[in-house]
């Protein structure tokens, strides 16, 4: 059996560690792939918590025969930045503050 796939097993045991260790060896994939998306850091590492919120809840549905754990996260990450991405605000027809000039207030 695939090692994720007896972590999860585990985790929906309730085995904490399990869940840790999953979390672990994907973040870095999950955070990339959320960075890609966003452009943004700080969006990528809320994005990620999120993303993996959602595995979370949905692991007692896990099917290590549909595939292993990595392509779910990959997945959720893909449906969860789409939805993000789309609830953004349309950007400004404000001018940049960069381009404004300040107005000289003292002689």
Not at 17 to 28: D, G
Not at 52 to 80: C, D, H, K, M
Not at 83 to 102: D, F, L, M, N, V
Request: hydrophobic fraction near 30%; charged fraction near 25%; glycine fraction near 6%.
């Amino acid at each position: 059996m695939d090692p994720d796939a007896q972590l999860v097993q585990s985790c929906v045991r309730g085995h904490g560690p399990s869940w840790e260790e999953l979390v672990r060896r994907h973040t870095r994939r999950v955070y990339n792939l959320c960075y890609r998306f966003t452009g943004n850091a700080a969006a990528a590492e809320d994005l990620s918590q999120e993303v993996f919120l959602r595995v979370y809840r949905t692991l007692g549905s896990y099917e290590p025969t549909y595939g292993a754990f990595i392509t779910a996260a990959p997945s959720a990450t893909g449906s969860r930045t789409r939805s993000t991405t789309r609830r953004k605000p349309p950007k400004s027809t404000q001018p940049s503050a960069r381009r404004i000039s300040t107005p000289k207030l003292w002689n």
